[in-house]
Structure formats: C-alpha cells, structure tokens
C-alpha cells in the first residue's frame, strides 16, 4: 500500500516530506490514511504550505523557476493577488499552489530546463539537509531529464561560470591542505578546545601581517638602497656631518654590538641612520630613471600603518557582529552552553574530563550568578555603601601602582642614561645600564598583575566583571609603560633651542643620530622581552610544571600548576607587536625581527600551553575571544602610532644621518612633493579642505549617523514585534489543526455510521429476502 | 605495501562523482576517510570497494564508537543514531561520510542546525523538551548536577528559547536559539 509507506517515512523524516505531485492534487489525504492521520495530529501537520516548500524538489525546481525570467509566472501573480491579498505573500507557495490550477492553461511554464540550470540545481542540492541517497536520487532525476544545450554566447558564458567554479574549489581545497601550523592547531583544538585555538590563530594572524610589512618595507626601502646606493665615505677627511657621524662609531665586540644594537649593527641597513637621503637614480634600456627614496620611507610607512588598521577592523567588526547579535540575547545563556556548550573536536579522555568539569563549573556558575543577583537584591544599604567604598579605595590603589610604576621606569631611564655618558665605567657595568630600562619595565609588567589579581578580590565583582577589570588594568599597565618609556627618550630627543642647521646635532644638547638611538633603545626592548618570554617559557614554567606533576605536594601544586592565561598571553603578543610597529620605521630591518620573532612566538606558545599548563577550568568562547584580541589590538594601535605620528609631524630630524637629514620636519617633504603635483590637483585638494566643503560633509556625516541608529532602533523594536507575531501564529495553527482534526474526525464517523448503516440495510433486506 | 590504499579506481571516482557536490569533505580527504573507516573493521572492509558497497556494508555501532573523534563525545550514541541508515547506530560507508560533512567546516549552518537539532531531540518526538534537556544535561556533566539544579537549568533553558508558550522547543525556535549561539559553528565542528 503506497499510503501506508509514505506515512511510514514521514515518521523519519517529519517536515522534510518530498512533495510529490500528490499532495498537490488532493485537497485531503486519503480514506485509509485518516485513521492514521487524527490519530496523530502532528501528521496532519505535515501538509501545511510551509512544511511542503521545504521538501527537496519542489525546493530546487520552484527556487530555479524563480530565477528565470518567465512570463507565464508574472501571469500567475497577478491572477493571484486578488485572492491572496491579506495573507503573507510567498512567492515559492503562491508558485506551488497555482500548479494544480494550471492544468487548465497550456503548459508554458514547462520550460526545459538548459544545462546551466540543472547544473545549478545540483549545486544546490549539496546545501540540503537530506541524506546522501536522496541527494543521488535526485541528481539521477535530474539528469535523467532532457536538457536543452546552450549555444554560441550562452555556452560560452556558462563554460566560463563552470570552470571558475571549479578552480576556485580546488584553490581553496589545495589551500586548505597547506595551511601553515594545520596539525598544530588540531592538536591544540583536541586538548584545550576552541578559545585557546582562536589565540593561536590571531598569532597566525599577526605573522601573516608582520610578512606583508617586511616584503612591502624589503621591496621599497631596503632593496632600493642596497642595490643603487653609490654614496662614498671618505673616513679619512670628515667633511659632512654624516661622515663624521659614521666615522666615530667605534666598533666594539661583535656578540656585544648584536645584543645592543650598536657598532657594526648601528652603521648597518637595520637601522634609520644608514638611509641615504638622495633621490637614487638608475639606467635602465639607457633611459634615466628616478626612486625618490625618502618619499618610498614615509609612503611605505603610512601604508603598513593603514593595512594594519584596516586589518583589524575588518577581522574585529566580524566578531563584532556576531558580538552584537549575542548582546541582543544575552538572554540566551543557559541554551547557548547546553547546546553548544561541548565541544565536538575534543578526542583526548584527559581533556573530555576537563571539558565534563568546565561545563559542569559553568553551569554552576551561572546558577551562582543567578544567587548573587537575588542577593544583591536582597543587600541592605549600608552593605552597599560598604562595598562602594571598597572599590573606590581599590581603584585608587590601582591609580597610585600605575603612577608609580610610571614614575620609576622615568628615574631608571635618566638613571641609566646618565651613567652610561659618564666615561669611566667599567664595561661590564656599562652592559648592564643599557639594559635597565629594559629589565625594569618587563619586571613590573610580570609583577604587578600578580599584585592587581590580588586586589580584585576584594571588589566583589561579577566573575566576568572581575576578568574584564583585571583585563582593563593590565593593558594600561603595559601601555603606560611604553607610554612613560616614549615620554623620557622624547625628553631627550626634542629641541630645546632653535634648530640649527648648520650645527651637526641640529640642536645644542642632543645626540648625534636621535633616530638610531630610538631604534636602538626599542630593539633592545624587544630583544629583553622576546628573551625573557622564551626564558620563563622554557626554564621557569617548565620546572614548575615539572615538579607539580611529579612532586604530590600541596604547596608545590600550588606554585607549580599553571593555567593556559589567555589574556596574559594575548597582551604579551600586542605588546610585542605594538614595539615592532613602532620600531620598523626607525629601524625598518625590524620587521625582518618581527616576522620571525612571531613565528617562534607561536612555537614558544604552544610549549607554554600544551606543555605546562592543564587546560583552565573557564570555558573560553571562540567568538568573545577573537573580538577581544581586536579590541586589545585596536586599543595599543594608538599608542604605535602616536610616536610614528608625533616624528614626522614635530621633531626636526637629524642633520647627520638618515633620510630626512635636510629637512625641517619630516612632513615637510611630503608637502614639497605635493607641490610639485599639477596645479589642478592642488587646488582640487585645496578646495577639500576649505570650509565650504568641510562642514556640509561634516552635517551629511551626523545625518547618516542619525538615521543609522534610528534604522538601528526600528530594527529591535521590529524584532520584538515579530517575536510576538510568531507566538500568535502559532497559537493560530494550532487552533486550526485542532478544528480540521475536528472536522475530520466527525466527517469520519459520519461516513462510517453511514457504511455501517448500509450494511445493516443489506443484512436486512438480505435476512428479509431470505425470510421471504 | 609502502603505497596508499588503493580505495576507489578512477572510474570509480567519476561515477562517484556526486562527491564533489554533495559533501563538504574534500575530494582529496575522503581517501583519508575511507582509511579510517577501513581500519575499524579491516577484515570486513575490503581495500576496494564496490559501488554498492558504499551503502550496504554496515558496520556495526560497536565499531565506530571507538574512533578518535567521537570516543569522547557524549552523544556519540545519538549521532551514530541519527545519521544511520536503519536509525540503529549502523553507519554504512555513505552515512559515514555524510556525518563527517556534516561535521565539516565547510558545512553551511542550516545542515548543522538541522542535524544538531535532531541529535538534541532524543525521544524523536521533533520538539526539544524538558526530559531531552535533561537527557543532554546528564551527558554534558556526567551527572555530577543534582536534580534539582538540572530542573532548575532546565526550566531557565526553555524560559529563554520558548515562543510559543508550549513548554517545549520546535525546530524553529530551536533555530532561532542556536542563531544567537555563536559558538555553535566552531564547537559543532570535526576535524578529520
């Protein structure tokens, strides 16, 4: 009985029913398929429009219909739109409903399906969520069907879309086999889960970006110089400045010069002082071509800075999104761990327990913060108060660390600059002075968060409140210091005294090459940093771990186990790259450093994680995670840039070395090269910056904002409205079956009293005939 | 015996064509997946198989929950389950594969709400309700929850996703949920 087997799969696959031509033809179901049908109301169910628009081929057939042009459907519509005016006007249902009509019409609307078409139903067959054999049966129908062979033009554009298609899947797929660190990060994914894998993927992230800084600044600063520099120095008479700059760098021990940046180092590419500041000019094809080497610095400059920015914003606002659509429904919680709370990649035994405990801490959690809310409720006045003041002690606190902190890498700065310019120190001690801003500064970044972790508890805080506060101080923490560190070499660096052109300094008091000794101080840093990272990592943390899985002793389990830290790590890795986006431009073969300091970076951290630290007990969330990491980035972006921004805008470049050695100010370049633009370029951009534009792109710009955020405000309203209108439609359909079961049922027991009542006739007359 | 399993002859692969456009694995990975799939069962499996065989060899449910990447998986019972030809827990080479597409990356989110709701849904009763929560809550923590805090999350689950009031979460509040989960793409994934 074929009614009785398509009732069978409907109970597998309920709402995914194929609509097969009979649904259409037939208003109600079958009499044998009644009994079945108010037995089970959910059945009847299943032959409502909107279940049927789901099944698979009237999906694909009513959806390819849609995208041809045809006329014989516009005809339909209109046909329709009298009698459908009130209800939601589908397009796909309105279609499918009209089929059965148009048995009376000629079938226009059997176009044959071309080539393209059907080659563009099966593509869309592999997006539908039914098993495999039924895709193949429908593949099979639909080749099987005869199709038109497009010709000339049409074939041609249609080859072309089939074989882009192609190539770029199997682009993708070759890509996807490459991907660097593939087996890391799986690894990875399997013990810690998918937050910690997104850290490792930002880090990924930055390498690639740290790579296209070094082929960009490689390709228009650096080769440039090497390959057409032809400046000669003539060490035996100084006569310019540069000569006797470069001629004085005494050459020290090479190890020494390496870890310090000076000697045969400071006289090299690496840093800003060895750019000639000439427009290099070469032959090629006997034409004489120019490469304005100065302009290439700064241009190069502004435009690694620019991809960066839009770098991050692009990779944030899509975390953002999705951040925005979750902050809507915060509401969603509790569903949102139960049902995507496990995490499916993870296939070691050790980290399921892990991920059993961290789901079950989460749960408890929540219901925590569910107790502390009612107690908070319930909390007296003075309570409050109490707790008021508290964290206002606590934050003050926090303000005077951070200020202190500031005020002593200022002191060891002067401190340290001051021994080194006496001349009798002994060389050892000399070593020791270059590298104490450095110490300094990573001491207190690992020591004060310790102190900061420590305070938080009194708070009382909201476990997430606390980490995002934890989080907000150690990022000032870290920027504050480079902050003061940029604020103590300015106060070196800047012109006391009108500049001077013709003194070699360019002002009184100031060293020789100010550039080459910022970059120096900022490779030094970064080396101290990126050295003490590796030595923590490796020596530290290793041996702590060690003991702790060795050693069954509570004081040692208390020093010796570690957690994977995310935000610990994820300001590591900023403030590294912060240091480097600075210190490319005054160093620009930094980003040679850069690159590969990120790609050990990446080793470095995964020992740190895989190694010596049992995975957290907090749950981190892919997305959450990913838009932090932008933020952090967005927020330290500022602080490269001030200073980049602050040396070509305000301080007068050095006379001796560099690029830039002739100039008043480093932008002033840029201007003189802007005016040597045609004149119609000029005064095109003259006119951008004159009031008469100014202010009405300024009053269009508030506009915009306005009307965005009232579209913003319509959207939310309009969503809580339709949740409404769904919860009445529901109600509606429910009543609706209700009523059609009712209906069913009663026309059912009607037509069987009727045959039963004709039965009993015949046994009547039949008794009667008998009888007589 | 240094080289690859030979698993599907050329001619093979184009009448298997329908792989490139129906699965989200690549084409390239499913000899990896055919791999795995023999080394469960190798006596059983041949080397290579025939086209029909992809779907009428069944191995048993035993077999595939010893795999790597559902050993530790609590509902690996009601995956096996659900993508099984004969609703069992029997995966035949072909349900196989479509639950490691599935599972895929590439995988758009409605097929992976699809399934997720039908896995969540354990008595088959197409609404996710209290006594499934309960079920997945159980799974989830290992029953470690008390009673009453699983009633309790239960209750604060279906307060949050319910719309229509009927104590009980249909597909399409049950997709509504989910869309709001941004989580779900990444957690709901498998890497071969």
């Given at each position: 009985?074929?009614?009785?087997?398509?009732?069978?799969?409907?109970?597998?696959?309920?709402?995914?029913?194929?609509?097969?031509?009979?649904?259409?033809?037939?208003?109600?179901?079958?009499?044998?398929?009644?009994?079945?049908?108010?037995?089970?109301?959910?059945?009847?169910?299943?032959?409502?429009?909107?279940?049927?628009?789901?099944?698979?081929?009237?999906?694909?057939?009513?959806?390819?219909?849609?995208?041809?042009?045809?006329?014989?459907?516009?005809?339909?519509?209109?046909?329709?739109?009298?009698?459908?005016?009130?209800?939601?006007?589908?397009?796909?249902?309105?279609?499918?409903?009209?089929?059965?009509?148009?048995?009376?019409?000629?079938?226009?609307?059997?176009?044959?399906?071309?080539?393209?078409?059907?080659?563009?139903?099966?593509?869309?067959?592999?997006?539908?969520?039914?098993?495999?054999?039924?895709?193949?049966?429908?593949?099979?129908?639909?080749?099987?069907?005869?199709?038109?062979?497009?010709?000339?033009?049409?074939?041609?554009?249609?080859?072309?879309?089939?074989?882009?298609?192609?190539?770029?899947?199997?682009?993708?797929?070759?890509?996807?086999?490459?991907?660097?660190?593939?087996?890391?990060?799986?690894?990875?994914?399997?013990?810690?889960?998918?937050?910690?894998?997104?850290?490792?993927?930002f880090v990924?992230w930055l390498f690639f970006l740290n790579l296209f800084t070094l082929v960009l600044v490689?390709?228009?600063v650096?080769?440039?110089?090497?390959?057409?520099?032809?400046?000669?120095?003539?060490?035996?008479?100084?006569?310019?400045?540069?000569?006797?700059?470069?001629?004085?760098?005494?050459?020290?021990?090479?190890?020494?010069?390496?870890?310090?940046g000076?000697?045969?180092?400071?006289?090299?590419?690496l840093f800003y002082?060895?750019?000639?500041?000439?427009?290099?000019?070469?032959?090629?094809?006997?034409?004489?071509?120019?490469?304005?080497?100065?302009?290439?610095y700064i241009l190069t400059t502004i435009v690694y800075f620019l991809v960066a920015l839009v770098a991050i914003v692009k990779t944030g606002?899509?975390?953002?999104?999705?951040?925005?659509?979750?902050?809507?429904?915060?509401?969603?919680?509790?569903?949102?761990?139960?049902?995507?709370?496990?995490?499916?990649?993870?296939?070691?035994?050790?980290?399921?327990?892990?991920?059993?405990?961290?789901?079950?801490?989460?749960?408890?959690?929540?219901?925590?913060?569910?107790?502390?809310?009612?107690?908070?409720?319930?909390?007296?006045?003075?309570?409050?108060?109490?707790?008021?003041?508290?964290?206002?002690?606590?934050?003050?606190?926090?303000?005077?660390?951070l200020?202190?902190s500031g005020?002593?890498i200022?002191?060891?700065f002067?401190?340290?600059?001051?021994?080194?310019?006496?001349?009798?120190?002994?060389?050892?001690?000399?070593?020791?002075?270059?590298?104490?801003p450095s110490?300094?500064i990573v001491?207190l970044n690992?020591?004060?968060?310790?102190?900061?972790?420590?305070?938080?508890?009194?708070?009382?805080?909201?476990?997430?409140?606390?980490?995002?506060?934890?989080l907000i101080?150690t990022v000032f923490l870290r920027l504050a210091s480079l902050l003061v560190f940029y604020a103590s070499m300015y106060?070196?660096i800047r012109?006391?005294?009108?500049?001077?052109?013709?003194?070699?300094?360019?002002?009184?008091?100031?060293?020789?090459?100010w550039e080459t000794f910022v970059g120096q101080q900022i490779y030094k840093l970064l080396l101290t940093d990126f050295?003490?990272q590796?030595?923590?990592?490796?020596?530290?943390?290793?041996?702590?771990?060690?003991?702790?899985?060795?050693?069954?002793?509570?004081?040692?389990?208390?020093?010796?186990?570690?957690?994977?830290?995310?935000p610990?790590h994820v300001l590591d890795v900023v403030y590294t790259q912060t240091l480097c986006w600075v210190g490319i431009f005054f160093a620009p073969l930094m980003s040679v450093m850069a690159s590969l300091i990120f790609?050990?970076l990446?080793?470095?951290?995964?020992?740190?994680?895989?190694?010596?630290?049992?995975?957290?007990?907090?749950?981190?969330?892919?997305?959450?995670?990913?838009s932090m990491f932008m933020v952090v980035m967005l927020v330290s972006y500022p602080v490269a840039l001030a200073p980049v921004a602050l040396t070509m805008s305000e301080i007068?470049p050095?006379?001796?070395?560099?690029?830039?050695?002739?100039?008043?100010?480093i932008w002033?370049?840029?201007?003189?090269?802007?005016?040597?633009?045609?004149?119609?370029?000029?005064?095109?951009?003259?006119?951008?910056?004159?009031?008469?534009?100014?202010?009405?792109?300024?009053?269009?710009?508030?506009?915009?904002?306005?009307?965005?955020?009232?579209?913003?405000?319509?959207?939310?309203?309009?969503?809580?409205?339709?949740?409404?209108?769904?919860?009445?439609?529901?109600?509606?359909?429910?009543?609706?079956?209700?009523?059609?079961?009712?209906?069913?049922?009663?026309?059912?027991?009607?037509?069987?009293?009727?045959?039963?009542?004709?039965?009993?006739?015949?046994?009547?007359?039949?008794?009667?005939?008998?009888?007589? | 015996?240094?080289?690859?399993?030979?698993?599907?002859?050329?001619?093979?692969?184009?009448?298997?064509?329908?792989?490139?456009?129906?699965?989200?694995?690549?084409?390239?990975?499913?000899?990896?997946?055919?791999?795995?799939?023999?080394?469960?069962?190798?006596?059983?499996?041949?080397?290579?198989?025939?086209?029909?065989?992809?779907?009428?060899?069944?191995?048993?449910?035993?077999?595939?929950?010893?795999?790597?990447?559902?050993?530790?998986?609590?509902?690996?019972?009601?995956?096996?389950?659900?993508?099984?030809?004969?609703?069992?827990?029997?995966?035949?080479?072909?349900?196989?594969?479509?639950?490691?597409?599935?599972?895929?990356?590439?995988?758009?989110?409605?097929?992976?709400?699809?399934?997720?709701?039908?896995?969540?849904?354990?008595?088959?009763?197409?609404?996710?309700?209290?006594?499934?929560?309960?079920?997945?809550?159980?799974?989830?923590?290992?029953?470690?929850?008390?009673?009453?805090?699983?009633?309790?999350?239960?209750?604060?689950?279906?307060?949050?996703?319910?719309?229509?009031?009927?104590?009980?979460?249909?597909?399409?509040?049950?997709?509504?949920?989910?869309?709001?989960?941004?989580?779900?793409?990444?957690?709901?994934?498998?890497?071969?």
């Open positions: 009985m074929s009614g009785g087997e398509k009732k069978k799969r409907a109970t597998r696959s309920q709402g995914w029913e194929e609509a097969g031509s009979e649904f259409y033809q037939e208003s109600y179901p079958g009499d044998g398929d009644m009994e079945v049908l108010w037995k089970d109301p959910k059945r009847l169910a299943t032959l409502l429009p909107s279940k049927q628009t789901r099944a698979v081929g009237a999906t694909i057939r009513l959806r390819t219909q849609d995208n041809r042009t045809n006329k014989s459907t516009v005809r339909r519509h209109t046909v329709n739109r009298s009698r459908r005016d009130s209800t939601v006007h589908r397009r796909t249902s309105t279609v499918g409903i009209d089929v059965g009509d148009d048995s009376m019409l000629p079938d226009l609307s059997q176009m044959r399906s071309n080539e393209e078409t059907a080659w563009e139903e099966i593509m869309k067959l592999k997006e539908l969520p039914i098993p495999m054999a039924k895709k193949k049966e429908e593949k099979a129908k639909i080749m099987s069907e005869e199709h038109l062979l497009l010709q000339g033009y049409e074939q041609f554009k249609w080859k072309r879309k089939k074989a882009w298609h192609q190539f770029t899947t199997r682009i993708s797929e070759s890509y996807q086999k490459m991907e660097l660190w593939r087996r890391d990060l799986k690894h990875i994914e399997g013990h810690f889960g998918t937050g910690v894998v997104a850290f490792f993927r990924k490689f390709l228009f650096v080769l440039p110089t090497i390959l057409l520099d032809d400046r000669e120095i003539n060490c035996d008479e100084e006569n310019t400045c540069y000569e006797k700059y470069y001629c004085r760098i005494n050459e020290s021990n090479l190890a020494l010069s390496i870890v310090q000076t000697g045969r180092l400071e006289s090299s590419l002082g060895f750019y000639p500041n000439e427009i290099q000019s070469y032959t090629i094809l006997n034409k004489k071509m120019y490469f304005n080497l100065p302009l290439a606002s899509k975390g953002f999104r999705e951040r925005l659509i979750q902050g809507e429904g915060q509401f969603y919680q509790y569903s949102n761990l139960v049902f995507g709370g496990w995490d499916f990649c993870i296939h070691n035994e050790k980290s399921a327990n892990i991920k059993h405990k961290a789901i079950f801490s989460e749960l408890k959690a929540l219901l925590e913060v569910e107790r502390l809310k009612e107690e908070r409720q319930g909390r007296t006045r003075q309570e409050r108060w109490r707790i008021i003041f508290l964290r206002f002690i606590v934050n003050s606190i926090v303000l005077a660390i200020t202190l005020g002593a200022y002191l060891v002067n401190y340290s600059n001051q021994m080194l310019n006496k001349d009798n120190t002994a060389k050892i001690l000399q070593f020791v002075y270059e590298f104490l110490m300094c001491a690992i020591t004060v968060p310790v102190i900061f972790q420590f305070l938080i508890s009194y708070e009382h805080y909201s476990p997430l409140v606390q980490i995002r506060m934890a101080r106060a070196k012109c006391t005294s009108q500049f001077d052109p013709d003194d070699c300094a360019g002002c009184t008091g100031r060293t020789n090459c050295a003490i590796i030595s923590i990592t490796f020596v530290v943390n290793f041996l702590r771990a060690f003991l702790a899985r060795h050693i069954r002793n509570k004081f040692i389990a208390f020093i010796g186990e570690q957690t994977f830290d995310l610990k790609f050990v990446f080793y470095v951290k995964k020992f740190a994680c895989l190694v010596n630290c049992k995975p957290s007990g907090t749950v981190y969330r892919a997305s959450r995670s990913t007068p050095s006379v001796s070395c560099g690029p830039f050695k002739s100039l008043t100010t002033t370049l840029v201007e003189n090269t802007f005016l040597d633009t045609p004149s119609a370029v000029q005064s095109m951009v003259g006119f951008l910056t004159t009031p008469a534009f100014a202010i009405p792109v300024f009053i269009l710009l508030i506009l915009l904002l306005y009307y965005y955020t009232a579209v913003n405000s319509a959207n939310r309203h309009m969503v809580t409205v339709l949740k409404n209108q769904l919860v009445l439609e529901g109600h509606d359909k429910k009543f609706l079956i209700d009523r059609l079961l009712l209906f069913i049922k009663q026309d059912h027991d009607k037509r069987s009293r009727l045959a039963n009542h004709m039965v009993d006739g015949d046994t009547i007359t039949n008794t009667s005939s008998l009888q007589s | 015996m240094g080289n690859k399993l030979i698993t599907f002859t050329d001619q093979q692969l184009v009448n298997y064509q329908l792989n490139e456009e129906s699965f989200f694995v690549a084409k390239q990975q499913h000899f990896r997946v055919y791999k795995k799939f023999r080394e469960m069962k190798p006596d059983v499996i041949p080397r290579v198989m025939k086209k029909n065989e992809a779907y009428s060899i069944k191995l048993p449910v035993e077999c595939t929950e010893q795999l790597a990447e559902f050993r530790e998986n609590p509902f690996k019972q009601r995956i096996f389950k659900v993508f099984s030809r004969d609703s069992r827990g029997n995966l035949t080479f072909e349900d196989f594969l479509d639950m490691l597409s599935v599972f895929s990356e590439a995988a758009p989110r409605d097929i992976k709400v699809f399934y997720a709701f039908r896995i969540y849904d354990f008595d088959n009763d197409q609404f996710v309700g209290p006594a499934d929560i309960d079920t997945a809550l159980t799974l989830l923590t290992k029953q470690e929850l008390t009673v009453e805090e699983r009633q309790q999350i239960t209750e604060k689950v279906i307060e949050e996703s319910d719309v229509d009031g009927d104590g009980k979460l249909s597909y399409i509040e049950f997709e509504h949920c989910i869309t709001r989960a941004p989580e779900f793409l990444s957690t709901f994934h498998i890497r071969i």
